[in-house]
């Protein structure tokens, strides 16, 4: 399935995708996709539903509505850095031994065509596609990796917008070049991990003002997804509807030569094949009153 979020920020309904046009809506017996939905095995429990409905003909026409995230806010937004080979050759860095974690707010999660605003005092915004995990159930301390596949929820794609001085000119926190308001695009859909199959096979792409700037394939991951949340259950408690960004490949604007950075009026399209596409158009919060 791909569950899908519609409405306005913070009023968003959950629905499933009947194609890639129209939706069944299922806010009659979904409260959201939160916590308590994954938990609760709701991924199982609204399929029968959502072949009724679109057996009925009850579906309903995504033209004109904006899409939210996929799931609502979650506990935690967890990131691994410099998860692809050759991500890490392009900044000069060695390919870790253990994945590199750090942490986004959860409130820099917003819909896969919102606009990304360009902070206050920021010269180095930089756009970064990555595949994004979400868990289904709580979970901590799992055994391997076929425990850890067995409490993944879905995908989606995540632009993973960082601000590089921020990140790494002042005083080496990363999560302060991450959390900036609408820092984390995701979706349009999260797509049930049954559906995906590998995800080690996936493709990625980003463009800016329609130049491609990165492509690349989840095969060149230093950690696969399965590896990445065994993982991170040894130090986190993970919680049902937690997001994890798992990297990105190279084309990043921090390393090309000379770097170049995002701009008021860009605009960034990005992809991973079969999880869909997002479009976000670039502003300065200053000008916006941010």
Known sequence: ?????????????PGVLASDT????????VGDFDARFFQDGGVDAVRPLVRERVAAGLV??????????????PHQILCIGLNYRDHAAETGQPVPDEPIVFTKAPNTLVGPDDDVLIPR???????????????GRRSSYLPD???????????AVCNDVSERAFQLERGGQWC?????????????????????????SLELW???????????STSTMVFD??????????????????????????????????????RAGDVMELGIGGLGRQRQRVWSAVADGV
Do not use: C
């Open 60 to 73: 309903h026409d995504l033209s004109g509505l904006r899409v939210g995230p996929p799931v609502a806010r």
């Open 145 to 155: 990796a076929e425990a850890a596949r067995a409490v993944i929820a879905g995908y």
């Open 176 to 200: 302060k070049g991450k959390s900036a308001a609408t820092f984390n695009p995701m979706g349009p859909w999260l797509v049930t991990a049954d559906e995906v199959g590998d995800p080690s």
């Open 225 to 262: 997804p399965a590896t990445i949340v065994q993982y991170l259950s040894q130090f986190f408690v993970l919680e049902p509807g937690d997001v994890i960004n798992t990297g990105t490949p190279p084309g990043v604007g921090m390393g090309m030569q000379p770097p170049v950075f995002l």
């Open 206 to 216: 980003l463009d800016v003002n329609g130049e491609r700037r990165q492509r690349g």
């Open 1 to 13: 399935m791909r569950l899908i979020r519609v409405g306005p920020p913070g009023e968003e309904s």
């Open 121 to 135: 005092g920021s010269t180095k915004t930089d756009w970064e596609v990555e595949l994004a995990i979400v868990i």
């Open 22 to 29: 129209t939706y069944v809506d299922v806010s009659d017996v």
